[in-house]
């Protein structure tokens, strides 16, 4: 059964800051890896899909990277902002299933 | 495109009515919905995996005569909460596969509140 592990389940920095989120996964048999962002009391953002046979992703200051042999994944956030606080949750699916998630990171960018 | 709406978005009932929750893919048809369930400060959870003109498939552990779940066309899956109790109370989120491309997408949610 696919389980999904991300760390740190929390983090503090100042604004400005470059950093790295970690999401590792049990069975490398994935077919999309995928990054949303989920502010509190609200739905899901999705940010960013990696297909299995890409190696990363970017969209403006993230970046997400896909080593599927080790399952992991990381998501690059590069001078982070206030408005980055938020909770980032990683998933992942096989051909025609649902995604699987992890329990999160809940970041905090204080100005 | 690929637009997932849900509804109602909030809804307060009383222990032990029924809760119906709706999903709609708006653009686009959906021969599979899946439903989610978060509990406060958890992740998601799968509930059930729906198909279009079958019955859904459950996860372990979600009982199917308490979440009933109904995806009778191409753009709608219902998920009804039978006899709510304050424990069902929690954040219920659907999405919709868009076929030909493996991507789920997510409705914004149900917020349901059981007193």
């Known amino acids: 059964k696919q389980e999904v592990t991300q760390i740190p389940a929390a983090l503090s920095v100042p604004e400005g800051e470059n950093l790295v989120l970690n999401c590792s996964f049990t069975?490398?048999?994935?077919?999309?890896l995928q990054w949303f962002r989920q502010d509190p009391g609200k739905g899901l953002t999705s940010l960013l899909l990696?297909?299995?046979?890409?190696r990363e992703q970017t969209s403006g200051r993230l970046n997400a990277s896909l080593d599927k042999s080790s399952g992991r994944s990381t998501l690059y956030i590069a001078a982070s902002q206030p408005g980055d606080s938020a909770t980032y949750l990683c998933?992942?699916?096989?051909?025609?299933?649902?995604?699987?998630f992890g329990k999160g990171t809940t970041l905090s960018v204080s100005s | 495109g690929a637009v997932v709406s849900q509804h109602p978005s909030w809804v307060i009932c009383k222990s032990g009515t029924s809760v119906k929750i709706e999903c709609r893919s708006l653009?686009?048809?959906?021969?599979?919905m899946f439903w989610y369930r978060q509990f406060p400060k958890q992740s998601l959870m799968l509930m059930a995996t729906?198909?279009?003109?079958?019955?859904?498939?459950?996860e372990q552990g979600v009982e199917k005569d308490k979440f009933l779940i109904n995806h009778a066309s191409l753009t709608l899956s219902t998920l009804t909460v039978t006899s709510a109790h304050p424990e069902d109370s929690s954040f219920y989120i659907c999405?919709?596969?868009?076929?030909?491309?493996?991507?789920?997408?997510f409705g914004p949610g149900t917020r349901l509140l059981v007193l």
């Open positions: 999405s919709a596969f868009l076929r030909g491309t493996e991507t789920q997408y």
């Open positions: 998933a992942v699916n096989q051909a025609g299933t649902a995604l699987i």
């Open positions: 729906s198909n279009e003109g079958s019955k859904a498939t459950y």
């Open positions: 990696i297909q299995s046979s890409q």
């Open positions: 069975d490398s048999a994935i077919y999309n």
């Open positions: 653009d686009f048809q959906a021969t599979t």
